[in-house]
């Protein structure tokens, strides 16, 4: 499509009799309360008007007293052919100029769209039509709501592409944005967030992208009158006018010092009559939910988090309903209507406020999406991806609790004589028959109030530095000893990730002194731990060091290969103690105290051990079925192990993330939920500490009846 030819185009504008600068409705006005001077206005304005007249035919509203930015009349509306959207203004102090507008309209024979109360459009200023491809742009978040979007699509016959703005000196549109003839655009990338850069390029090629720097931005050089070549504008930096030089367009500078004042310039003191008419089909990809929260909305942080994630996410906004909650246990419920430019940003928006807790309300189906597995170990595209907090599915008008619950699962769900089962499955597991549920509506994650304060988790730090530190430490363990001393004593259940530097740093006696208490209910690790237990208890050495003397033992480097050659001869650890041939350390006192354990194999295993798993899949389902049910997991020293477990533990669990590597133990316990705690500090001392505190405890370590 072509522009409009020259003398076909109409403007029109708004003497600036009443134009003073009352109020502030936008950053530039600040500090500018009645300093443009009337007169220099008049002949500004006057000068612009005689520029364009050269150009176009110029039509006249009246100005109106008391209404000082009517002068502004990209405001008006949104005309396109013999229609237009009149606009809503978001500000009062400028809603006055609305029946002005509206009767213009309707005086020259226009056929006038109001839009609903409260849904605030504020005309030209913030739509332009792209003058190649027939689209509208539309720009959001300061003036215009998003979904005053689906409605110019439709009465106008346009597709309409959003485009979020997200620095408030460029509020509307057209103070950062203008398409120009031949596809062309002039545009301040600054205003504008990375998704609707994106939009932008993928629409206009890279050639035809006329960017500016914020210098030429802050002077409104992209508030441009563009009539055929010409372009009319405040002023244009010399690489600016070069630009537009070397793409055929003819700059006209025109001062408008004292508009500026008000926060508009050449373009926001004109509305063009004469748009092409669109070749693009009508299409609006604008999508909209409602979501629902409930509970302790302000203490928790829910709202704030939720209209953030909204925001940040590209999406807009607005509270539909608003219940607070009386008194301080009282919970608080709120409606809150998401709409965002298209499916793709909903559906990331949506995913974020699921894991929020936020439930949301599905607009027609009433139940979550379900799409069968028609691979086996493939999910259908487009899968609902599991965290790690408790989640729920509504399915007909039931909600299932879904069992098994972990992150990065699909829910698989089965119906077994009309029984639905809801359930976290691993990819790989997933059978031909189940169906899993697609997309993000339907679904529920509950989250305690707590754990939605981001930073929840705690970090001490013990070699880190200071005598408080030390302190700090000891503070952390004693809590933890007096944790784990109630889940003894109630039967709950605690498992140990180990690595080998338990063994090194001479954690081993305590660890021990653990499993012998009752306090270890599963202990899960690697090749390695095993290994250099059993060394240890079979020849005194680590890794063929002396453990007691602290060196290395001659022809020490083979004693491990001893060990594992000794297991391996019996079958199993097990075997080997039954035996008589291992008599003391970790594992023994594993067998002994008939606590379960698991070790799963790696790519630098020696031996390995008879008892080490090497297929890791079998190694993974082991780890899973002995996490299951845990209350506290507590990981020593071993990063591979414990983020193998993280990834299979649900919400819940505590976890206490022990590691000398700082940077380790922020990776483990950073993890959103609140009952991790990472401590700084060398294992074979925490262990020590810890041992030494549950005595103070018990004063024994005698275990208690029905662990399990
Ligand atoms: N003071 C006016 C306002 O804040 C300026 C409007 C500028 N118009 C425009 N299309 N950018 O609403």
Redesign the pocket.
Known sequence: MTDVATDATKILMCPPHHYD?DYV??P??EGNIHRSSQDLAQEQWGKLHSVLKDYAVVELVTPQKGW??MV?T??AGLLLADQVVLSR?F?P??QGEEPFFQKWFEDNGYTVHTLPESLPF?????ALFDRAGGWLWAGYGF?SELDSHPYLSKWLDVEVISLRLVDSRF??L??CFCPLTDGYLLYYPGAFDDYSNRLIEMRVPEDKRIAIDEVDAIVFAC?TVNIGRTVVMNKASETLQKKLTEKGFEVVETPLTEFLK????A???TLKMTEPRAASPQTSTIQSRVVHLEGHLLDSGLVNQTLDTIVSGGGSFQVIKFELGKQRNDKSVADVKVSAPDVTVMDDIMGQLIDLGAVSIPRESTSTTLEPVVQAGVAPDDFYVTTIYPTEVLIGDHWFRVQGQRMDGAIAVTRDNGNITARCKLLRDLEVGEEVVVGSQGIHTIRKATSLKKKSSEEFSFMGAGVSSERRVELVVEQIAWDLRQIRDRGGKVVVTAGPVVIHTGGSEHLRKLIQGGYVHALLGGNAIAVHDIEQSMMGTSLGMDMKRGVSVHGGHRHHLKAINTVRRYGSIAKTVEAGELTSGVMYECVKNNVPFSLAGSIRDDGPLPDTKMDLIAAQADYARLIEGADMILMLSTMLHSIGVGNMTPAGVKMVCVDINPAVVTKLSDRGSVESTGVVTDVGLFLSLLVQQLGKLTGQYTKVESIR
Request: with cysteine; charged share 25%; net charge negative.
């Open positions: 600068v409705i936008n530039w006005m000082p930015d502004f990209a405001n203004f500000h102090e400028r504020e005309g030209a200023g913030d003036r509020y509307h057209d103070t508030n008000a926060g508009g310039a373009k926001c003191l």
